[in-house]
C-alpha cells in the first residue's frame, strides 16, 4: 500500500499541470480583430497566398511570417495605385479599408512563424 500513495499524488500532479496548460493557452486566444483578419484574408488572399500564407504557385510570394510594416506598404501602395505592377492586386487591396490592411498584415505576420 506504501506504494500506491506517491503514484496517487504523480497523478494528481500531473493532471493539475495538464490543466494548468489547457487553461493558459485558451486565455491566449487570438483577438478579434485578428478573427476576422483571418477570415478576411482566406476569403480574399488565399486563393493566390494560401490559406496559411504560403503561395499556391511558384510565383505567388508567401505572406506567413512576412513583417507587417512590409505589408502594409505593399497594400497601400497597390490602393492608392503607386504600385501597379498587378492589376488583380490592387483591385483586391482597394477591397480593403485601412484597419483591414494592418489586421490581415498583423494577422499574416504571425501566421507559420516558428
Aim: hydrophobic residues 40%.
Amino acid at each position: 500500500m506504501t506504494f500506491l500513495y506517491p503514484r496517487v499524488g504523480l497523478a494528481v500532479l500531473l493532471s493539475l499541470l495538464i490543466s494548468a496548460c489547457s487553461d493558459q493557452t485558451s486565455t491566449m486566444a487570438t483577438p478579434s480583430h485578428l478573427t476576422a483578419a483571418k477570415a478576411k484574408a482566406i476569403q480574399l488572399c488565399a486563393g493566390c497566398h494560401g490559406p496559411q500564407g504560403i503561395g499556391t504557385a511558384p510565383f505567388n510570394p508567401n505572406l506567413a511570417c512576412q513583417k507587417k510594416v512590409y505589408m502594409v506598404k505593399q497594400l497601400n501602395d497597390y490602393r492608392n495605385g503607386s504600385r501597379t505592377s498587378h492589376l488583380p492586386m490592387a483591385n483586391i487591396a482597394k477591397m480593403l479599408s485601412e484597419d483591414e490592411v494592418d489586421s490581415i498584415s498583423e494577422w499574416y505576420s504571425i501566421t507559420g512563424c516558428p
